[in-house]
């Protein structure tokens, strides 16, 4: 099936397209000034206080940029609401103080935060709709945990894809991640914005691809299809793996590539469901083309999808295969050596997996070979 789509430039969020539950700490001079124009507007203290709804004592702590709070006598910063931040905004540009527009003001902030969440620094506002944007967005639907009023974290068992998602998360500026074994939690700040951008749920299992990102540029889609293969993938014999549980997005993930890349959706097979869940996969016909386009960052899945490749050229240029009783032959003496997986095994061959699983499954019917420990490589086996 063919898809064609009008593509748009990638876009770019000002501090109004950000989500108004934020607080917003502004620089110094900067602040004073705002609020000194304002009650220059309004007349007095008093007068401003009241339009806001808010008490003198937390209007003084906006201007001043603290507070002491009753709670432990403590001096606290006070940031501001950014759904009053953007009403204060709005009036001071009708009064002709165009320097606290949104796109002047945006530059001013120092930091921000959800409440009593940790900040973000030096935010970088606007923010520009990037790669790392959409594979943030992608990782917290796959190995991620994003829910509403909690701390999001990404998970991952590869140092590779834990390293990259947290240089990815600088794009939005400063502040401290606490990495704990294979996951890595962040400010709640960042899932907050990024579900309001895109209107997306990041429950695994209603999560879908918003439309919008079906219209940006290839390498977003690359992006967006390389991330979610990371997380939600596999290597197969001759083929790569899609799955989830969540059919839905398996549909957005294979309409995608029929919408940007169609000379892999062809090789592409129907999505079908198991107990386990759904699953497509693109035929061997597409691998190669894959990974010159799209690829992997996955080090192990790469290193498959490299070794399904080579195994398929030799395959082409007519490499001789040996007689079944010779390779049964070899798989003994290799593991009279060493121990091995099947996988190993298959690698050390240069055979298919399902074709070496069957050798080792007749070896063990003929009580030659047997298992050992399991690894986190897998099964091992060796010569009895």
């Given at each position: 099936?063919?898809?064609?789509?009008?593509?748009?430039?990638?876009?770019?969020?000002?501090?109004?397209?950000?989500?108004?539950?934020?607080?917003?700490?502004?620089?110094?001079?900067?602040?004073?000034?705002?609020f000194k124009a304002l009650i220059n507007i309004f007349g007095n203290k008093n007068k401003l206080s009241k339009f806001f709804g808010i008490d003198n004592k937390t209007l003084i702590g906006w201007y001043n940029g603290n507070i002491k709070q009753f709670y432990d006598g403590k001096i606290h910063k006070q940031y501001i609401p950014l759904n009053k931040l953007l009403i204060i905004s709005n009036v001071l540009v009708l009064k002709k103080y165009n320097e606290f527009a949104i796109e002047k003001l945006e530059k001013k902030v120092k930091m921000y935060r959800v409440h009593s969440g940790t900040p973000i620094q030096n935010p970088k506002i606007p923010l520009k709709e990037s790669n790392e944007i959409i594979s943030i967005l992608v990782?917290?639907?796959?190995?991620?945990?994003?829910?509403?009023?909690?701390?999001?974290?990404?998970?991952?068992?590869?140092?590779?894809?834990?390293?990259?998602?947290?240089?990815?998360?600088?794009?939005?500026?400063?502040?401290?991640?606490?990495?704990?074994?294979?996951?890595?939690?962040?400010?709640?700040?960042?899932?907050?914005?990024?579900?309001?951008?895109?209107?997306?749920?990041?429950?695994?299992?209603?999560?879908?691809?918003?439309?919008?990102?079906?219209?940006?540029?290839?390498?977003?889609?690359?992006?967006?299809?390389?991330?979610?293969?990371?997380?939600?993938?596999?290597?197969?014999?001759?083929?790569?793996?899609?799955?989830?549980?969540?059919?839905?997005?398996?549909?957005?993930?294979?309409?995608?590539?029929?919408?940007?890349?169609?000379?892999?959706?062809?090789?592409?097979?129907?999505?079908?469901?198991?107990?386990?869940?759904?699953?497509?996969?693109?035929?061997?016909?597409?691998?190669?083309?894959?990974?010159?386009?799209?690829?992997?960052?996955?080090?192990?899945?790469?290193?498959?999808?490299?070794?399904?490749?080579?195994?398929?050229?030799?395959?082409?240029?007519?490499?001789?295969?040996?007689?079944?009783?010779?390779?049964?032959?070899?798989?003994?003496?290799?593991?009279?050596?060493?121990?091995?997986?099947?996988?190993?095994?298959?690698?050390?061959?240069?055979?298919?997996?399902?074709?070496?699983?069957?050798?080792?499954?007749?070896?063990?019917?003929?009580?030659?070979?047997?298992?050992?420990?399991?690894?986190?490589?897998?099964?091992?086996?060796?010569?009895?």
């Open positions: 099936m063919k898809f064609t789509l009008n593509e748009i430039s990638p876009r770019t969020f000002h501090l109004n397209d950000f989500p108004e539950h934020m607080y917003v700490y502004l620089e110094d001079c900067y602040r004073r000034k705002l990782h917290l639907i796959g190995d991620g945990s994003a829910e509403p009023n909690q701390t999001p974290c990404y998970s991952n068992t590869r140092t590779e894809l834990l390293d990259k998602f947290e240089t990815e998360l600088k794009v939005f500026g400063d502040f401290k991640v606490i990495r704990n074994n294979d996951k890595i939690y962040f400010p709640t700040t960042i899932a907050d914005i990024l579900r309001h951008i895109y209107k997306i749920s990041f429950n695994s299992k209603t999560a879908r691809i918003p439309d919008i990102l079906k219209h940006l540029p290839k390498s977003y889609s690359a992006t967006l299809i390389k991330s979610f293969l990371d997380d939600e993938g596999s290597i197969g014999d001759g083929r790569i793996n899609f799955h989830s549980i969540n059919i839905k997005l398996l549909e957005d993930i294979r309409q995608l590539l029929a919408i940007k890349f169609p000379s892999i959706a062809k090789h592409t097979c129907e999505i079908t469901t198991s107990g386990v869940g759904s699953c497509f996969y693109i035929k061997i016909g597409g691998i190669e083309e894959y990974r010159n386009l799209i690829g992997l960052t996955h080090e192990k899945r790469r290193v498959d999808l490299d070794w399904n490749i080579e195994r398929m050229h030799k395959n082409k240029n007519g490499v001789s295969v040996n007689p079944r009783w010779v390779t049964k032959g070899i798989i003994i003496d290799k593991l009279k050596a060493k121990s091995s997986t099947i996988k190993e095994m298959s690698r050390s061959l240069g055979v298919r997996y399902i074709t070496t699983q069957q050798h080792f499954r007749d070896l063990k019917n003929e009580d030659i070979i047997y298992t050992t420990n399991r690894t986190k490589e897998g099964q091992m086996w060796c010569v009895k």
